[in-house]
């Protein structure tokens, strides 16, 4: 009950026990409390610490247990101020804190300017990377040189499922290499058959991404990948980056036929409802205000369905789709 204060059950049994019987000797409070001499001068002591005990003023010699009134609400006085002073440490340690992560965070991501970013660490341009492509509005061209079990993620949380999910176009680049692999071809494989474009190549020069041909991340240090990434939005690094990627891509070979894309793959909830929208006679204004979309996401699947069904207008997607089903 009042530990709080720093008296434990036995300091306080000691203190009742002077209370109760203020002229008792050291050894006449032990038999009162059930202890041993020894142990009732050592919490006699505490006592005195916590100014509990002190002196008699008639008698420099002895000593009387002060009135609970007056010492424990003393106590509990001084016990306050402790813990003031200790919350107020404590809020200045928090800023101190806050300093040091904001200068961490300032060392692992600093921006030189508002078109570059440097990223040190494989974690931190790795949860970069996420946010960019979430964020990402048409296309996805991508470099992985990473060997086949560095390259393939888990299906279960692979970001390229979202982001065709989504009709975003992408293209990516592996190494041949990756082709020895079952795990990573099936893998491929679902991506191809999901609208993406899949290409190998026996060398690459480095990891490279571009969103929206507007955003390139390029490894901080081609040959250390845990080094981290920069993100250019330079228009003229991006340039180079898009030219880059544009050559290995012309020269890299189709792992799968065009024609081989699976058409009957389900169709994600918005390409459905975009098709019932266009049956219906709807405009592409008319689709991204009733999805909550833009206008060019809209259009842009209504493009990824036309070239997925090789059809040339808007009535020949709804004859394409009504003989799949699909409307």
Do not use: C
């Not at 202890?35 to 505490?46: K, P």
């Amino acid at each position: 009950m009042l530990e709080p204060l720093g008296v434990d059950e036995a300091t306080f049994a000691v203190y009742h026990a002077l209370l109760s019987h203020p002229d008792s000797t050291p050894e006449q409070i032990a038999a009162l409390v059930d202890r041993s001499t020894a142990e009732v001068d050592e919490l006699m002591d505490q006592l005195r610490r916590l100014e509990l005990l002190v002196p008699t003023w008639t008698n420099p010699e002895g000593e009387h247990a002060v009135h609970p009134r007056v010492g424990l609400t003393g106590l509990a006085e001084r016990r306050r101020t402790e813990l003031n002073k200790a919350l107020g440490e404590l809020k200045e340690a928090e800023a101190s804190a806050e300093v040091i992560a904001e200068q961490y965070n300032e060392l692992l991501t600093s921006r030189s300017s508002g078109d570059v970013e440097v990223l040190k660490g494989r974690a931190n341009a790795s949860r970069r990377i996420e946010e960019l492509a979430l964020k990402t509005k048409d296309t996805s061209w991508g470099l992985v040189p990473a060997h086949f079990d560095d390259a393939v993620p888990r299906a279960e949380r692979s970001p390229d499922f979202e982001l065709l999910g989504r009709g975003i176009k992408m293209r990516t680049v592996y190494l041949q290499s990756m082709t020895a692999s079952k795990l990573a071809v099936e893998y491929a494989e679902t991506i191809h058959r999901l609208g993406g474009e899949v290409r190998v190549t026996p060398t690459l020069p480095m990891r490279l991404l571009i969103f929206d041909q507007e955003i390139a991340v390029m490894p901080m240090d081609p040959e250390n990948p845990t080094a981290g990434a920069v993100i250019h939005r330079t228009p003229a690094v991006v340039s180079v980056a898009l030219a880059l990627f544009d050559a290995y891509w012309s020269r890299a070979t189709e792992m799968f036929d065009a024609d081989d894309r699976d058409d009957e793959t389900p169709l994600t909830p918005h390409e459905a409802e975009v098709l019932r929208l266009l049956a219906g006679g709807a405009k592409d204004e008319q689709v991204a205000r009733l999805l909550g979309i833009s206008l060019r996401t809209a259009r842009r699947i209504t493009a990824n369905l036309s070239e997925r069904l090789d059809a040339a207008s808007r009535f020949e997607l709804g004859v394409a789709a009504a003989k799949r089903g699909w409307v």
